[in-house]
């Protein structure tokens, strides 16, 4: 399998959001481990906990309609393009 062509990603997601993101759980990540080195209450770990997870699931989301979309344009032989698959995959999440 060759390559997939940068273009794909590159309607997907944009690099230094994509950082921000990151750099944002990981930010978040440090926090709840200062939190169980004070003891602090677990309702309170638990909480960043689910904020962490909501920002890995909305990564993991973004990562999954490139991969899909990555696949698609693959399939496609240049029938169809990145900001095409990616109107379509938009719609069908939205619609769901």
């Known amino acids: 399998m060759q ?13 230094e959001d994509m ?11 440090r926090g709840v481990e200062a939190m169980v080195q004070r003891a602090e209450s677990c309702q309170a770990v638990l909480t960043q906990v689910a904020a962490i997870e909501g920002a890995i699931k909305q990564v993991a ?25 990616r109107t379509v995959i938009k719609d069908v999440l939205r619609s769901g």
């Not at 390559?3 to 690099?15: G, H, I, K, L, M």
């Not at 950082?19 to 990540?29: A, C, F, N, W």
């Open 3 to 15: 390559p997939t062509s940068p273009n794909v990603r590159e309607v997907f997601w944009d690099v």
């Open 19 to 29: 950082m921000r993101r990151l750099r944002r759980i990981e930010g978040q990540v």
């Open 61 to 85: 989301r973004i990562i999954s309609a490139c991969s899909v979309a990555e696949r698609v344009v693959e399939i496609s032989d240049g029938q169809l393009d990145a900001t095409q698959v």
